[in-house]
């Protein structure tokens, strides 16, 4: 009896195993349609003629490799002087956000050695944790950072970037040109500048 | 273009710090430096150089365009450091218009100061055997 038993107990896990091994895959993905995929990030984008994340990464290297070589800069890293970037004007037809571009470009400077300072939206966090840390009450006076002692920029980054749109009866060609400036904020004087210009057309 | 780039001597012009290009150097061809995805037909690296200066590696490459038509192309740079490790993201893909016949120089400074050597990746949508065909850059997205 116990022999007759044994193969019919044996059978009922390899089935339930090979029924399980039928729905496993190697792929790490999760469930779904197929109709979602990851793309290449560094890719050359031409969807539109909008402007697209080739044109920003183009742009922000652009700018970043020609800030390097600024005696300024080189300078900055040397004696830890400091750098911000005030918001870049979008003179374009187009809704994007410029930070984009020189959050970019901070980060690569950074990566140099060039400390920057935060400002716009970010201040206003900024502001709120120091409160927070002096005025609320909450914190050992010997744990919590000081007022008075934030850091001022000595170099700004200050730019706009514009468009041209021209659009024939079966062709639209844009044309963008973003400027970037260095300035120095005590005196004013512009330290350095470079542009970069990118031409995009489609068939309509 | 074996021919060129055995031939056409890679100017690696060692001005200013000749030890930390040395290795950058080493080969001494064109083919070291350049990362063909697929065999370009039409376009030719027929001139490169390479110098470090104020601690950045500044390259300048010639392409040469040797159909009439005009040719796209798509190129980046892969940093690295003396030991062949990567020392910056993957830079974004380029891309270049080179005119029928035209000879086009390109120029790049590393990002980073931490750069001694460099590789050149270039596709050409036109290439014999490339993976890529019709106007797909690598990994392009195209509107379909």
Do not use: H
């Not at chain 1, 390097?68 to 004007?89: D, F, G, H, W």
């Amino acid at each position: 009896m116990s022999l007759i038993r044994k193969p019919q107990a044996l059978l009922l896990p390899a089935l339930l195993a090979l029924s399980l091994s039928a729905c496993q895959t190697t792929s790490p993905t999760a469930a779904g349609d197929g109709s979602v995929s990851y793309g290449d990030a560094r890719a050359v984008e031409t969807v539109t003629t909008d402007l697209g994340s080739t044109d920003i990464q183009m742009i922000a290297e652009k700018m970043t490799q020609s800030l390097l070589q600024t005696p300024e800069i080189r300078n900055a890293i040397k004696k830890r002087e400091l750098l911000m970037a005030s918001p870049v004007k979008n003179k374009t037809s187009e809704y994007f956000d410029t930070r984009l571009i020189t959050d970019t470009i901070l980060t690569q400077l950074q990566k140099n050695g060039v400390k920057y300072v935060i400002e716009g939206e970010d201040m206003q966090n900024q502001v709120d944790e120091l409160r927070r840390q002096n005025q609320s009450g909450l914190y050992k006076k010997s744990k919590s950072v000081k007022m008075g002692n934030m850091q001022g920029a000595k170099y700004r980054l200050d730019g706009s970037i514009s468009s041209i749109v021209k659009k024939g009866s079966n062709v639209k060609d844009v044309y963008y040109k973003m400027n970037l400036r260095l300035i120095e904020i005590e005196s004013g004087v512009v330290e350095w500048s470079e542009e970069k210009e990118i031409r995009k057309s489609a068939k309509r | 273009m074996k021919q060129i780039t055995m031939t056409a001597a890679l100017g690696l012009a060692l001005l200013g710090t000749p030890c930390a290009l040395q290795a950058a150097a080493e080969g001494g061809t064109i083919a070291s430096k350049v990362e063909e995805l697929g065999k370009m037909s039409y376009l030719k690296v027929t001139d490169m150089r390479a110098v470090k200066r104020d601690g950045l590696l500044r390259i300048q490459v010639t392409i040469s365009n040797t159909d009439n038509s005009n040719q796209q192309l798509y190129y980046r740079f892969r940093w690295l450091d003396d030991d062949g490790f990567t020392v910056w993201d993957e830079e974004a893909w380029k891309p270049e218009i080179i005119y029928g016949l035209q000879k086009k120089v390109i120029q790049a400074v590393s990002p980073t100061f931490k750069a001694t050597d460099f590789r050149l990746e270039l596709q050409s949508p036109k290439n014999e055997g490339a993976p890529f065909s019709g106007s797909n850059p690598p990994g392009g997205i195209t509107n379909q």
